[in-house]
T-cell receptor, first 115, second 112 residues
Framework: DAGVIQSPRHEVTEMGQEVTLRCKPI?????LFWYRQTMMRGLELLIY????????DSGMPEDRFSAKMPNASFSTLKIQPSEPRDSAVYFC?????????????FGDGTRLSIL | QKEVEQNSGPLSVPEGAIASLNCTYS??????FFWYRQYSGKSPELIMS????GDKEDGRFTAQLNKASQYVSLLIRDSQPSDSATYLC????????????FGQGTTLQVKP
């Protein structure tokens, strides 16, 4: 079975540019999570969706960040305009449901560098 | 106080020894607990989950949970060099939310 698929794997862009990260969850999974990982702050939840609806976006750092889930098999995380401090690894994860006992499965991540 | 705390390490153990990784959490309503393994440059991989007080064993791995002490641990028996990685403790809030809070992770080094 295919796991969580993220694209691109690496992104290098200049400050001020728009960045779009993409995620395809595991088929049949109803919950999708976007995380950011840095050395300083560790793995932080940015936002999560259940049945394509945003449930908790309290981790989204500021208005420059936005996320959408137009259907059950696709989500995007957009940063506009990007800044050097946004450089991090961004992970997408999915789970069967939003229940507390549902394990989350991670994609390979997107390594983002903002110059 | 961080919501989920782990000793960053590195924890160094010789091959064949037992590695003990610890995690404490601050929110008493937490109901689910997970251990993820993350190799350098890779994504977190789920290795254990535990929901009730006591021990849960899976192969060389044993997770231990003590809700009264707000403490969860992971034991790795017969440690192998391939176990060298960062181990992330994740704690789930409530019963109807998938939100996980991750600790900073403990780096384990298993020396041949």
């Amino acid at each position: 079975d295919a796991g969580v698929i993220q694209s691109p794997r690496h992104e290098v862009t200049e400050m001020g540019q728009e960045v779009t990260l993409r995620c395809k969850p595991i088929s049949g999974h109803n919950s999708l999570f976007w995380y950011r990982q840095t050395m300083m702050r560790g793995l932080e939840l940015l936002i999560y969706f259940n049945n394509n609806v945003p449930i908790d976006d309290s981790g989204m750092p500021e208005d420059r960040f936005s996320a959408k889930m137009p259907n059950a098999s696709f989500s995007t995380l957009k940063i506009q305009p990007s800044e050097p401090r946004d450089s991090a690894v961004y992970f997408c994860a999915s789970s069967f449901s939003q229940g507390a006992r549902q394990p989350q499965h991670f994609g390979d991540g997107t390594r983002l560098s903002i110059l | 106080q961080k919501e989920v705390e782990q000793n960053s390490g590195p924890l160094s153990v010789p091959e064949g020894a037992i590695a003990s990784l610890n995690c404490t959490y601050s929110d008493r309503v937490s109901q689910s607990f997970f251990w993820y393994r993350q190799y350098s440059g890779k994504s977190p991989e789920l290795i254990m989950s535990i929901y009730s007080n006591g021990d849960k064993e899976d192969g060389r791995f044993t997770a231990q949970l003590n809700k009264a002490s707000q403490y969860v641990s992971l034991l790795i028996r017969d440690s192998q060099p391939s176990d060298s990685a960062t181990y992330l403790c994740a704690v789930g809030r409530g019963s109807n939310t998938g939100k996980l809070i991750f600790g900073q992770g403990t780096t384990l080094q298993v020396k041949p």
